[in-house]
């Protein structure tokens, strides 16, 4: 699909969401994300085009995760090109509206996105499938733990696409926020430097294919100040992965009902599940490398 059919859809799906807001408000004292997270997809698109890159490539027919979703426009989205799965995670307790925006729009949109309500830095990623496409769009800078949530990432998934705050600097910087330092917003933690991005992807098993800056401050970004707010858009790729694709790890039957706490038994169960298949792929590895290994022995 040309880049200028996605756009085109980009304009339907927000025009259909902006009606569904307005026919669909949420419970007192919660409001729908006022930040328009979909408004990003205008923006990526000539970035993907000048390296010859369709974003159609990434999604249909792909298992797709969208990693702090917000009210989940993004994940939407990309469930209207024909993905095998979209799975999207995002905190509650951090949320704008706790997610019941996301349950709502899910309900009226008919979707069958799988929201994860939890913590990333709780999450137990083992328990996570495979993903061929991740999209992490301004959710860098709300994580605690940057880097250990990319080599997690860096395990489950093929193509990371990120968009993050940054500030000019030649160096490798992270400026660290006080509470509520940048924005008023204290789930705000770090602001870093294209080069320390850069590096943190590369020692998080992530190679850059490249990096393209999306605001006009280019030199005279800052971590505080809003009138000079750096943002960088990365496409970057899983660094062991060869020409043949890796085997997907096996789907979870629901992954809303696997994480659910309220539903114990089917998280045993699918905990079970996966050590079984883990258990059995160690166990096939360790054969072929005793095969291989024996192979080279004199006779």
Known sequence: MASADVFQEYKTFSSILDQVRA?????VPHQYYPYGTLHIIPQLLPALKKY???LMEFVSQRALLDLGCGDGELAFFLERFGPKRVVAIDAPAFNYNAMEACYVLKKVLGSQVEFLDVDVHRADFDRLPHFDSTFCFGFLYHSQHPLWVLENLARLTDHLFLTTKVFDHSEAYAYFYDVAECNNDPTN???FTPKALALMLKRAGFTVAFSERLDQHLGKSHPVDLRRDGRLFVYARR???SGDRLISFPPVVNLEETFTR????RYRFSACAWDHYRNSRIRAVLCRTHAYLRALLPR
């Open 239 to 241: 660094s062991n992965m």
């Open 189 to 191: 933690w770090w602001c």
């Open 52 to 54: 010859g890159l369709d």
């Open 23 to 27: 026919r669909n408000p949420l419970q």
């Open 262 to 265: 309220s539903n114990p038994a």
